[in-house]
């Protein structure tokens, strides 16, 4: 569990905010499995209303992970695990390769690892019937990892 309070605690590190996953769940960002994209927008427009996060179901999943990234902005993105009723918060920080070969780059559990877009993409579509949610700030940063 935790998921999402680690996601949060991961997307203000790249702002220069230090919070850890604890922190986000005693303030209302809870760990229960199915952390709703509702509740991780309020909190961060209620506690960081400098960074202009709003909640997203874009059509276009990579192309929105593409424009984002490219500009600096990390994209919280909620998506499927294998078996069952079960998801994950990530963050992803950058795209990396172009074609087949795409991948995203994103934080989970404090480190990093890619995922093939597509695989990303088809994932992220429909979870629990709402299509791609995704957190995204408005801000700027300097502190991602990889670009194209």
Same mark, same amino acid.
């Given at each position: 569990?935790?998921? +999402? &309070?680690?996601?949060?605690?991961?997307? /203000?590190r790249l702002y220069g905010t230090e919070l850890s996953p604890e922190e986000a769940d005693r303030g209302g960002v809870h760990w229960w499995v199915g952390t709703r994209g509702l509740s991780i927008r309020d909190w961060l427009t209620e506690t960081h209303p400098e960074l202009g996060c709003s909640l997203e179901h874009p059509a276009d +999943? &990579?192309?929105?992970?593409?424009?984002? /990234?490219?500009t600096g902005q990390p994209v919280l993105v909620w998506f499927n695990t294998q078996g069952g009723l079960s998801s994950h918060w990530v963050v992803?920080?950058?795209v990396i390769g172009s074609g087949a070969g795409e991948r995203v780059v994103?934080?989970?559990?404090g480190?990093?690892?890619?995922?093939?877009?597509?695989k990303l993409d088809a994932a992220w579509r429909n979870v629990y019937w709402i299509r791609r949610p995704s957190i995204v700030c408005a801000k700027?940063?300097?502190?991602m990892s990889a670009q194209r």
């Open positions: 569990g935790k998921c +999402g &309070p680690t996601a949060v605690a991961n997307l /203000l +999943g &990579p192309g929105f992970l593409r424009d984002h /990234l490219a992803a920080v950058g994103v934080m989970s559990w480190r990093y690892y890619s995922i093939a877009m597509d700027k940063t300097t502190l």
